[in-house]
């Protein structure tokens, strides 16, 4: 049973196309994330959804466009695809685990290249 | 001054020894710190979370922190060479569940058989 769940896994595309990331949880979490992994595999958050509300976007080009269809699902498109947007791009979701903590889980992750 | 910051290593342990992971961070007002393993090609995966000052045990595994010091650790003893990996610390101002975690760059630990 897979938690997080994200497609494709790799991403090999030029520069100039559009491409989207799908997300899926199937936890019941009501907030999920974008994450960008670099080269020196610092991760670093993008975007935050709360019940397909967004409520973190960090500094990001407005290339990239988050979309929440519904509270299991966050997709990721982006437009004309750059050379520095190569990256691995982690989905997460979280949810409650009791009431004093919570927990953040990451999806496998979309390994993009562009060329 | 980095937000979270970690030794990048690698730090080298011995198979049996104790691993000691330190993170500092700058936010006053954070609430909640993780530790995350991160296998090569793999993603970030959970192993502790702490909220309170003091110590807390999950099997080989014991976060610490000091909010006075604004440090966290991890240790991990009787180091195997499954836990040859990347650790993140994970840092968030609320306790909330629905903000976004800063993370640092990560330590990367060699277990030696």
């Given at each position: ?17 559009d491409k ?23 991760l ?21 466009s988050?979309?929440?269809p519904d ?45 | ?30 609430q ?38 604004q ?32 993370f ?10």
């Amino acid at each position: 049973d897979t938690a997080v769940s994200q497609t494709p896994k790799y991403l090999v595309t030029q520069m100039g196309n559009d491409k989207s990331i799908k997300c899926e949880q199937n936890l019941g979490h009501d907030t999920m994330y974008w994450y960008k992994q670099d080269s020196k595999k610092f991760l670093k958050i993008m975007f935050s959804y709360n019940n397909k509300e967004l409520i973190i976007n960090e500094t990001v080009p407005n290339r990239f466009s988050p979309k929440s269809p519904d509270k299991a699902h966050l997709n990721l498109h982006i437009n004309s695809l750059e050379l520095g947007d190569s990256a691995v791009y982690f989905c997460a979701s979280s949810g409650r685990r009791d009431r004093t903590s919570y927990e953040q889980y990451f999806g496998p992750g979309t390994r993009l290249t562009v060329t | 001054q980095k937000e979270v910051e970690q030794n990048s290593g690698p730090l080298s342990v011995p198979e049996g020894a104790i691993a000691s992971l330190n993170c500092t961070y700058s936010d006053r007002g954070s609430q909640s710190f993780f530790w995350y393993r991160q296998y090569s090609g793999k993603s970030p995966e959970l192993i502790m979370s702490i909220y309170s000052n003091g110590d807390k045990e999950d099997g080989r595994f014991t976060a610490q922190l000091n909010k006075a010091s604004q440090y966290v650790s991890l240790l991990i003893r009787d180091s195997q060479p499954s836990d040859s990996a990347t650790y993140l610390c994970a840092v968030s101002i609320s306790n909330f569940g629905n903000e976004k975690l800063t993370f640092g760059t990560g330590t990367r630990l060699t277990i030696i058989p």
